[in-house]
């Protein structure tokens, strides 16, 4: 049903209440109606029109039109400079002409071809940023009274009215479109790449997960793509639509980390000159991604413990609860149960966090998806660096495929990036790699770590050379490795084993 105008209503009124549509009507051709009908109304012409100016063919073309012949009117189109709507969006001047048969500017094909008689007329432009996008005119009084100086006061304000509606449309359309692009550029940012079964099965599971909101604890090597599969949960789920909230926990100190997270009151401490709102007040409805989880201090675990148990927390400074909404993802490249074996982290906040855990495949158990992964690195960047078109040959194919990729995805992107940018613009080449070409050090043997910490790794590297020369028959790697099945299966839960 359109809003009609109360004939009770004083012409200051009526002027609120149009001004009103003008940042509530969405709809620019309904709202432009509005403004025209409610200005013929009030000034009781006996019909009156909305003429655009068309950027690219310079003409003026009829976009609403009132009075019996509005339809036929609306066939027509005006160039700048003809009739008394051409001469005013051409110099931007508002023109009263009280006998069009007297005015040599007057165009009377379109009176004489629809039967309109016509006498006078009082016609406006419409600027927007400075510059005419198009005309307002009326056409005679109802009564027969002449048009009068004092009513081209009244259809300016109307003009400004159409040109402010239409310039708010224009920028809530560019917006739409702003937002349209800025969603696929980022879904093109974070796309997840891999066939693999082991990784096919974890995207799988991340799917399920999407539409619930349990608490989800990923788990993987650091470059894995942990970031990536939260987004890809939060974007899949029904929150997709509300605000996705990250922070690493590992790059702030605990007194800061908890004044990210829950914000803070005005004088809380120094420097707190204002109110702010943290994390997790800004992911409320949403989605909040805690990175490296497992770097987070014993006292912030207990304050994380209990937003996760009670849902409310208080801002650093504040007595006052605050109550939000939030799905709460986290990931870690540690093992984690490890830490909660030796104390380092708290039982139950692990278990409130590890609700679901997917496991995440480094991508030396996945070099199935290396082909993908680098043709798509290759084709971004190439792309980027004005070479559209590059090709991998088939010798640095190969020696992606024998590397181990310690950095795991990150570390493969990031060899591509510098092949595009040092290669030949044509091919990459094996030299253009940064890798060595050979497999990587087992990471049992990397420099800096504790025997324990080396033993460990050592172990896992083991079970999983062992698991994948038998294909993943536990009986059988057991019985290689010397060791009974069950002392086996421990040490894969153990290591967080996982693709075999």
Same mark, same amino acid.
């Given at each position: 049903?359109?809003?009609?105008?109360?004939?009770?209503?004083?012409?200051?009124?009526?002027?609120?209440?149009?001004?009103?549509?003008?940042?509530?009507?969405?709809?620019?051709?309904?709202?432009?109606?509005?403004?025209?009908?409610?200005?013929?109304?009030?000034?009781?012409?006996?019909?009156? &029109?909305?003429?655009?100016?068309?950027?690219?063919?310079?003409?003026?073309?009829?976009?609403?039109?009132?009075?019996?012949?509005?339809?036929?009117?609306?066939?027509?189109?005006?160039?700048?400079?003809?009739?008394?709507?051409?001469?005013?969006?051409? #110099?931007?001047?508002?023109?009263? !002409?009280?006998?069009?048969? #007297?005015? &040599?500017?007057?165009?009377?094909?379109?009176?004489?071809?629809?039967?309109?008689?016509?006498?006078?007329?009082?016609?406006?432009?419409?600027? +927007?940023?400075?510059?005419? !996008?198009?005309?307002?005119?009326?056409?005679?009084?109802?009564?027969?009274?002449?048009?009068?100086?004092?009513? +081209?006061?009244?259809?300016?304000?109307?003009?400004?009215?159409? &040109?402010?509606?239409?310039?708010?449309?224009?920028?809530?359309?560019?917006?739409?479109?702003?937002?349209?692009?800025?969603?696929?550029?980022?879904?093109?940012?974070?796309?997840?790449?891999?066939?693999?079964?082991?990784?096919?099965?974890?995207?799988?599971?991340?799917?399920?997960?999407?539409?619930?909101?349990?608490?989800?604890?990923?788990?993987?090597?650091?470059?894995?793509?942990?970031?990536?599969?939260?987004?890809?949960?939060?974007?899949?789920?029904?929150? #997709?639509?509300?605000?996705? !909230?990250?922070?690493?926990?590992?790059?702030?100190?605990?007194?800061?980390?908890?004044?990210?997270?829950?914000?803070?009151? #005005?004088?809380?401490?120094?420097?707190?000159?204002?109110?702010?709102?943290?994390?997790?007040?800004?992911?409320?409805?949403?989605? !909040?991604?805690?990175?490296?989880?497992?770097?987070?201090?014993?006292?912030?675990?207990?304050?994380?413990?209990?937003?996760?148990?009670?849902?409310?927390?208080?801002?650093?400074?504040?007595?006052?609860?605050?109550?939000?909404?939030?799905?709460?993802?986290?990931?870690?490249?540690?093992?984690?149960?490890?830490?909660?074996?030796?104390?380092?982290?708290?039982?139950?906040?692990?278990?409130?966090?590890?609700?679901?855990?997917?496991?995440?495949?480094?991508?030396?158990?996945?070099?199935?998806?290396?082909?993908?992964?680098?043709?798509?690195?290759?084709?971004?960047?190439?792309?980027?660096?004005? &070479?559209?078109?590059?090709?991998?040959?088939?010798?640095?194919?190969?020696?992606?495929?024998?590397?181990?990729?310690?950095?795991?995805?990150?570390?493969?992107?990031?060899?591509?990036?510098?092949?595009?940018? +040092?290669?030949?613009?044509?091919?990459?080449?094996?030299?253009?790699?940064?890798?060595?070409?050979?497999?990587?050090?087992?990471?049992?043997?990397?420099?800096?770590?504790?025997?324990?910490?080396?033993?460990?790794?050592?172990?896992?590297?083991?079970?999983?050379?062992?698991?994948?020369?038998?294909?993943?028959?536990?009986?059988?790697?057991?019985?290689?490795?010397?060791?009974?099945?069950?002392?086996?299966?421990?040490?894969?839960?153990?290591?967080?084993?996982?693709?075999?």
């Amino acid at each position: 049903m359109r809003k009609t105008i109360s004939e009770s209503y004083t012409p200051i009124d009526r002027l609120k209440e149009i001004s009103n549509w003008v940042s509530s009507v969405l709809d620019l051709d309904h709202l432009l109606e509005l403004i025209i009908d409610s200005a013929t109304r009030m000034m009781k012409a006996k019909a009156s &029109s909305l003429l655009l100016l068309d950027p690219k063919t310079r003409k003026l073309y009829f976009k609403v039109a009132t009075g019996e012949k509005k339809e036929e009117v609306r066939k027509y189109e005006i160039d700048m400079g003809q009739g008394i709507a051409g001469y005013v969006a051409q #110099k931007g001047e508002p023109l009263l !002409i009280p006998d069009v048969t #007297k005015d &040599s500017r007057w165009y009377k094909v379109i009176s004489e071809s629809t039967g309109f008689e016509t006498k006078s007329i009082a016609c406006v432009p419409m600027e +927007m940023d400075g510059q005419v !996008i198009g005309v307002v005119e009326i056409i005679d009084k109802e009564d027969g009274s002449a048009i009068r100086e004092e009513d +081209m006061n009244t259809l300016t304000v109307f003009a400004q009215l159409a &040109s402010l509606a239409i310039s708010n449309a224009r920028k809530f359309d560019q917006f739409k479109k702003e937002n349209r692009d800025l969603r696929e550029e980022l879904e093109t940012k974070y796309q997840i790449i891999g066939d693999s079964p082991v990784f096919q099965k974890v995207l799988s599971d991340a799917f399920k997960v999407a539409n619930s909101k349990t608490t989800t604890l990923l788990v993987g090597e650091s470059g894995t793509g942990k970031e990536l599969l939260a987004r890809l949960i939060h974007r899949a789920g029904p929150r #997709k639509d509300k605000p996705m !909230i990250i922070l690493n926990c590992a790059a702030l100190p605990e007194t800061l980390l908890e004044a990210e997270l829950f914000g803070y009151e #005005k004088g809380a401490f120094t420097g707190a000159l204002a109110r702010n709102a943290g994390k997790f007040e800004l992911a409320d409805e949403g989605t !909040i991604f805690l990175d490296e989880i497992g770097e987070m201090t014993p006292g912030m675990q207990a304050k994380l413990l209990r937003v996760l148990q009670e849902g409310i927390f208080y801002r650093v400074g504040g007595n006052k609860s605050i109550s939000v909404d939030v799905r709460v993802i986290s990931a870690t490249n540690r093992n984690i149960a490890e830490e909660v074996a030796e104390g380092r982290f708290r039982e139950d906040l692990y278990y409130r966090l590890n609700v679901v855990r997917l496991n995440i495949p480094p991508l030396r158990e996945r070099k199935a998806d290396i082909p993908l992964l680098a043709n798509y690195f290759l084709e971004e960047f190439s792309i980027e660096n004005g &070479s559209p078109g590059m090709k991998i040959s088939d010798q640095a194919m190969k020696k992606m495929l024998e590397y181990d990729w310690p950095g795991n995805v990150r570390e493969l992107r990031n060899a591509l990036e510098r092949a595009v940018v +040092m290669g030949n613009g044509q091919e990459v080449v094996s030299e253009d790699l940064p890798i060595t070409g050979i497999k990587a050090a087992p990471s049992g043997l990397e420099f800096g770590l504790t025997l324990k910490e080396a033993l460990d790794h050592f172990k896992k590297e083991f079970v999983t050379l062992n698991l994948q020369n038998t294909g993943g028959n536990r009986s059988k790697a057991a019985k290689v490795m010397g060791i009974q099945r069950t002392y086996l299966s421990r040490l894969i839960s153990k290591y967080n084993i996982i693709g075999i």
